[in-house]
């Protein structure tokens, strides 16, 4: 089975940026739908971004659009999430995770295939 490792997460000061990646240990990869979870203390997980298997397609939540922006490199099997302009209650645990369809890309409870999460810590 795929699995998926996360980096990038780190502390980072309001407005500052970051990049995040997400490792798959299979080729498989590439087929795959893969999705940007986060879930801040004591609140549901929630959806940031997901993007189809060739890049061509991507969605975001209302909350993160404009300012962050996932993409994929197939070749290295590693999807990517940019986070511009960072505010304080983007402040999370991050998840990458591979949903087996587009149509449940955005529900979480849904999903089977995660990674360990990435915290990011976003200060004013």
């Avoid at 795929?2 to 995040?20: D, H, I, K, N, T």
């Avoid at 996932?70 to 511009?84: G, P, W």
């Avoid at 505010?87 to 409870?109: G, L």
Wanted: hydrophobic share 35%.
């Amino acid at each position: 089975q795929v699995q998926l490792v996360e980096s990038g997460g780190g502390s980072v000061q309001a407005g500052g940026s970051l990049r995040l990646s997400c490792a798959a240990s299979e080729r498989a990869f590439n087929n795959y739908v893969m999705a940007w979870f986060r879930q801040a203390p004591g609140k549901e997980r929630e959806f940031v971004a997901y993007i189809n298997w060739s890049g061509s397609y991507t969605h975001y939540a209302d909350s993160v659009k404009g300012r962050f922006t996932i993409s994929r490199d197939n070749a290295k099997n590693t999807v990517y999430l940019q986070m511009n302009s960072v505010k304080s209650e983007d402040t999370a645990v991050y998840y990458c995770a591979a949903p087996y369809a587009s149509t449940i890309a955005t529900q979480w409870r849904s999903i089977d295939l995660w990674g360990q999460g990435t915290q990011v810590t976003v200060s004013s």
